[in-house]
C-alpha cells in the first residue's frame, strides 16, 4: 500500500501544478485539464439564478404591463364578461328548476309584455313619446 502511494505521488509529481494523473494509466498522451476554479455548488448556482429573475421580475411585469395594458384589460375584460355570463346562466338554470318560481317569472313576463304593448304600442303619441325616449338614450350613450 506505501509503495502504491509513492507511486501515485510520483506521477502526480512530474505533472504541472494544477492538474491531476490518473494512477495506474497510460497518460503521456492524454490531454491534461486544469482544475475547475468555480467552486459553487451547483444547487447555489441555480438558487443564484433564481433569485436574480425573482429580483428582475417586478421590472419585467412593469415593462411588459406598459407594453402591453391596453390588451392585457382588453383580455381581462373579455374573460370577465364570459365568466360572468356563465355565472348568470347557471343561476338562472338553477332558478327555472325550482318547480313555482319558472311559472312566476313567466307570468311576469307576459304582465310586463302586455303593459309595454298598452302603455307605448297602442296611441301614436305614446309611441312618439317612446321613440324620443330612445333617441335621447342613444345619443347618451353613443354621443
Known sequence: ME???KQQESLNATVSPGT???????????????PATDTTPEWQQFGQQVADFLAQLPE?????????????????????????SKVVLAVLDAINDLPLISAIFELIGIIYSTWFIFRY???ASTRKELTQEIETL???VFG
Not at 63 to 83: D, N
Open 3 to 5: 509503495t502504491e502511494q
Open 20 to 34: 491531476i494523473a490518473l494512477p495506474n494509466a497510460e497518460n503521456s498522451n492524454l490531454p491534461k485539464l486544469p
Open 60 to 84: 419585467y411585469l412593469g415593462s411588459f404591463y406598459q407594453k402591453y395594458g391596453q390588451a392585457i384589460i382588453t383580455v381581462l375584460l373579455i374573460v370577465a364578461a364570459i365568466v360572468t
Open 121 to 123: 304600442l297602442i296611441k
Open 138 to 140: 342613444k345619443t347618451q
